[in-house]
């Protein structure tokens, strides 16, 4: 499949370099996390990408952030019956927001496996497909969850490596709507992606520096209305977060106008 060896090498050694210095990443680790990755799942049977697209491609996709939106999100989508019109995809912490909120499993979990990793577990050994990330910090987590994951694809934040793919993005949220890409959707609508200087309930950055991670939803934000730029013409692109600040790029839409699309009105 084409598609395949293009979402493959979707790696910009150039931003991430620039990204690495700014947050002063330890790239031998990160490289280091990814080869221990890649000998994990090499033993390991995961997804394969082709049928991930068969089964969950051309369709609506919903992304969830973990923003302090997230949660009113979520009950208004509720409210409207629309979740069920579209593709799940939330970004860590996110994913045990929909399951306590809705009572719902994402289709997909993007997550480095800080946040509840407990409760990603239990969601992917129930249908929901863990895209899980390496990087230097997360090399601990990987050897303690990997093996009990049940729907696994891998991916990096360095250059793809054996069974390791890189979609783009760096962050949970940002990456997610790179993954989403990888699925040719009919549009892709966010939601929980507030980007301003709050935490939000869901994040697991309550739990670290607050400081480091307003610089990580800064670079978020960037990468997402680079996606933008990159899919202006050829994707449909909604920002359906009830509050927090404009990503350009994404429509501001309210979900009431998101209802008269979906259902053709």
């Known amino acids: 499949?084409?598609?395949q060896y293009f979402y493959l090498n979707n790696w910009d050694a150039g931003l991430y370099f620039d990204i690495a210095n700014q947050l002063r990443l330890n790239i031998g680790k990160d490289y280091m996390s990814s080869s221990y990755f890649n000998r994990l799942i090499d033993v390991k049977p995961i997804l394969a990408l082709e049928?991930?697209?068969n089964q969950y491609g051309g369709k609506k996709v919903l992304v969830l952030g973990a923003g302090p939106s997230l949660e009113t999100n979520i009950k208004s989508l509720m409210e409207y019956s629309i979740l069920n019109d579209f593709?799940?995809?939330?970004?860590?912490g996110a994913s045990y927001a929909l399951k306590?909120?809705?009572d719902?499993?994402?289709n997909f979990i993007v997550t480095d496996l800080d946040g509840y990793p407990e409760e990603e577990v239990k969601?992917?050994?129930d249908e929901s497909v863990a895209v899980v990330h390496s990087h230097g910090d997360n090399i601990n987590l990987l050897s303690r969850y990997v093996h009990q994951l049940k729907n696994l694809i891998g991916t990096t934040q360095c250059e793809p490596l054996g069974k390791l793919y890189n979609f783009g993005g760096f962050t949970d949220g940002d990456r997610s709507v790179y993954f989403a890409n990888t699925l040719?959707?009919?549009?892709?609508?966010?939601?929980g992606m507030d980007f301003g200087d709050k935490i939000g309930n869901f994040?697991?950055?309550?739990k670290k520096d607050k400081v480091k991670k307003i610089i990580k939803l800064k670079i978020g934000k960037k990468l997402l209305e680079r996606f933008a730029m990159m899919h202006a013409n050829s994707l449909d692109l909604y920002d359906m977060t009830s509050a927090g600040n404009n990503i350009n790029g994404f429509k501001k839409i309210k979900i009431d106008d998101m209802v008269n699309i979906i259902k053709g009105r």
């Open 1 to 3: 499949m084409d598609g």
């Open 51 to 53: 049928k991930i697209i």
């Open 87 to 92: 593709i799940t995809i939330a970004a860590d």
């Open 100 to 102: 306590k909120i809705a």
């Open 104 to 106: 719902i499993n994402p």
């Open 123 to 125: 969601m992917s050994n």
């Open 184 to 191: 040719n959707p009919k549009m892709i609508v966010l939601v």
């Open 203 to 206: 994040s697991n950055a309550l």
